[in-house]
């Protein structure tokens, strides 16, 4: 038995912000950062909002992979202004920090490391939560998942609960219009990292690998668009849909070892979510085809590439994969993040540690241990191959 969780209503297409109007309820709290406020894009949905007779309240202190402190932070100012919705609007920071809000808000005795799979929330009985995306990439506003910094412990707690999934997912091609190319090429490559890894991951179904497919082809084609010309408004909005179809894919099965290897670069050199799991893209197809051949080839054959054998698809896949990541002007290691061997070698062990104890770790098709996650990091900090 298997039980999936998909967003209740996702709503899409030019003019999709509309949708706000026919919201019903008595007060809202819009959970965002200090760059989305600036922008026009608060004010936006707050007007649709008022439209439809809710106040606004607006809670913008999110910060760039959120902490535990910002969320009860965040939850206390949800306790005194009592909203019946929360609104996640930005990146998936934001979407992220409203999940965990939302939690904390509805269950004052429950902590930020206690949501879990197991945990009975309860939600709902006070609030219903909308995401609105802004960037195309972290598939957050389609994920059941939360991921949290503890910063002290200086690592990213992947929290999860089939209630905290969006009531109501908006995705108006207006919003990723002013995205920059940098920013398309990070949150890009992260929905092909989740796409990619959903569908080879031990939990992947056919609902998951359906979405999967169409994901990993519309990223192929749309992003590298996306990215060389921002007035592209097709591929913008392409690349829009494309990551909530990776975001309910891989929400629906699982993250792999990009993901637990990206987080613990993240949490110990606070480098952004895309840029760190894409890095380890390429080379988790490397490590892991000897247990997933067949099914990295189907993503070869889906995107196009012609092969005669199953390994000389995967082959051709992972060159593919590179040649996006130096069209896009990713990173092709740690060195090139400017991360240097003498503070990484220090943060090693740590870096190690953190990635052969993530959830995303285990159900890789091919689970390291830690002398080969060693081993994927020293790969990975100057591109020079290692034998597994
Ligand atoms: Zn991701």
Redesign the pocket.
């Known amino acids: 038995m298997w039980e999936l969780t998909f967003p209740r209503t996702v709503v899409i297409g030019e003019g999709a912000l509309e949708y706000l109007k026919e919201v019903e309820g008595k007060r809202v709290l819009i959970v965002t950062d200090k760059v989305i406020h600036k922008l026009d894009f608060v004010e936006k949905v707050s007007n649709y909002l008022k439209e439809a007779g809710l106040e606004v309240k607006v809670f913008d202190e999110v910060e760039p992979e959120p902490s535990m402190e910002t969320v009860v932070k965040g939850a206390e100012f949800a306790k005194k202004c009592s909203p019946d919705w929360l609104i996640g609007l930005g990146g998936?920071s934001c979407m992220d920090a409203a999940k965990a809000i939302w939690v904390l808000y509805e269950n004052p005795d429950i902590t930020v490391d206690g949501i879990n799979p197991l945990e009975k929330l309860g939600l709902r009985k006070k609030a219903r939560l909308i995401c609105i995306p802004t960037t195309s990439?972290?598939?957050s506003d389609a994920t059941w998942a939360t991921v949290i910094t503890d910063v002290k412990e200086e690592r990213k707690l992947e929290l999860s609960s089939r209630e905290i999934v969006a009531d109501i997912i908006i995705l108006d091609p207006e919003f990723p219009k002013s995205m920059p190319p940098r920013l398309v090429a990070d949150t890009g490559l992260?929905?092909l990292?989740?796409a990619i890894e959903g569908y080879v991951s031990q939990w992947s179904n056919d609902f998951s690998d359906g979405l999967a497919i169409k994901a990993i082809q519309m990223i192929f084609k749309y992003l590298p668009r996306a990215y060389r010309n921002p007035e592209d408004k097709e591929a913008k909005e392409k690349m829009h849909n494309a990551a909530t179809i990776a975001g309910i894919s891989?929400g629906n099965s699982q993250?792999g070892i990009a993901?637990a290897m990206?987080h613990s670069l993240g949490a110990i050199f606070h480098v952004p979510?895309?840029r760190t799991?894409d890095l380890f893209l390429a080379q988790s197809i490397e490590y892991s085809a000897r247990e997933a051949m067949e099914k990295y080839a189907d993503v070869a054959r889906a995107i196009g590439i012609e092969a005669k054998t199953d390994e000389e698809a995967v082959e051709k896949l992972i060159e593919a994969v590179r040649r996006l990541d130096r069209e896009l002007g990713e990173p092709a290691s740690i060195k090139e993040l400017g991360i240097s061997r003498e503070d990484f070698e220090k943060r090693l062990d740590d870096l190690v540690t953190r990635a052969a104890n993530s959830s995303c770790t285990f159900m890789n098709p091919r689970v390291p241990d830690v002398d080969d996650t060693r081993k994927l990091f020293i790969y990975a900090y100057e591109g020079k191959k290692v034998n597994f």
């Open positions: 998936g990439g972290t598939g992260d929905a990292t989740h891989f993250a993901h990206g979510h895309g799991v």
